[in-house]
């Protein structure tokens, strides 16, 4: 599966792991990168030093590629971006922010930079301040979300830019990948499958929650203040969106999702937790490895596009 996402980064599949806040540790993106696609950690709004010592382990635990996903709105993304610099990350993955003041030291360093966009002017954007390729995230996805969904985002970001672009949201396996080639896109990002995985170090109660969720039990808090976050269903949810319908303030909602997801994810709490997850967790059933979530990927999209001129 040679593409020119797999080219740039110098993997061996094109399948990006999404540098999920609380689940996207040293330990996930060492297992994804070990078993052929592209680990990351995510910096989240964790301070610097915790992120180079995130990266070390990484180092201690895999050779091959990994990266770094940084949220520039942190109030650590100068120290954070100052970091991967100097601990020479093969990647850095960007969202929540421009990051074209970092490009020259990121360059300097030999790290490509793929910024996470949700429209084809953002896209744009990056690419003009020098990102080496672009994820196109559609709706679909856990987390924080824009509004166009993955099948009409990526082949307009593609039509849009010259450099590879990674289609997120809304893939769970083979044919979720084989659609994105079709579309035009070079790879793809994946997060809630691999957050169902032995290796993500997460509380078996939200692994659980995601293999037992139906096609219906996403659900968007935050709408009306403009930062959409797709979750599943549970009784924070519930209250959130009631009181949100009832017109509360944007702090009061905020006050209801402190420390919702790090309570999902590390202490199981389902129900009042913030547990993030894309649409396509009633497509998840078991929890493997990384290791064979990666095999089965490649075997399915094989089947269905091996000798299609669709990747080398």
């Known amino acids: 599966m040679k593409t020119e996402l797999t080219t740039l980064l110098g993997i061996e599949y094109p399948i990006i792991q999404g540098g999920m806040a609380w689940v996207a540790e040293h330990r996930l993106a060492a297992a994804v990168s070990e078993a052929g696609g592209l680990g990351l950690i995510g910096a989240a709004n964790a301070p610097a030093e915790w992120v180079r010592d995130e990266i070390r382990k990484?180092?201690?635990?895999?050779?091959?590629?990994f990266g770094v996903n940084i949220m520039l709105m942190s109030p650590y993304a100068d120290e954070v971006a100052k970091v991967v610099a100097e601990e020479k990350v093969k990647v850095v993955t960007t969202g929540a922010g421009n990051p074209g003041k970092y490009m020259t030291m990121w360059k300097e360093a030999g790290i490509k930079v793929i910024p996470v966009v949700a429209s084809v002017a953002l896209a744009k954007m990056m690419?003009?301040?020098g990102a080496d390729a672009v994820v196109a995230e559609g709706t679909e996805s856990g987390g924080h979300i824009g509004e166009t969904t993955t099948m009409v985002l990526v082949p307009q970001v593609v039509d849009a830019v010259k450099v590879p672009v990674i289609a997120a949201g809304g893939i769970a396996?083979?044919?979720?990948?084989?659609?994105?080639f079709m579309l035009g896109a070079s790879g793809v990002q994946m997060g809630t499958r691999f957050v169902a995985t032995q290796d993500a170090v997460v509380h078996e109660n939200y692994k659980n929650y995601i293999v037992k969720a139906k096609d219906i039990d996403t659900r968007v808090t935050g709408r009306s203040g403009g930062h959409p976050v797709r979750v599943l269903r549970n009784e924070a949810t519930k209250k959130y969106l009631d009181m949100e319908k009832a017109g509360a303030t944007f702090e009061e909602l905020e006050m209801l999702t402190v420390g919702g997801l790090r309570k999902a994810v590390t202490e199981g709490d389902v129900r009042t937790g913030s547990v993030m997850s894309g649409q396509i967790a009633g497509m998840i059933k078991d929890i493997p490895t990384?290791?064979?979530v990666m095999e089965t990927l490649v075997a399915e999209t094989d089947a269905?596009?091996?000798?299609?001129?669709?990747?080398?």
């Open 58 to 65: 990484a180092k201690e635990l895999t050779d091959k590629p």
């Open 127 to 129: 690419v003009k301040a």
């Open 173 to 180: 396996d083979g044919r979720g990948i084989a659609a994105a």
């Open 290 to 292: 990384c290791k064979e």
């Open 304 to 312: 269905l596009l091996k000798g299609k001129g669709f990747y080398e």
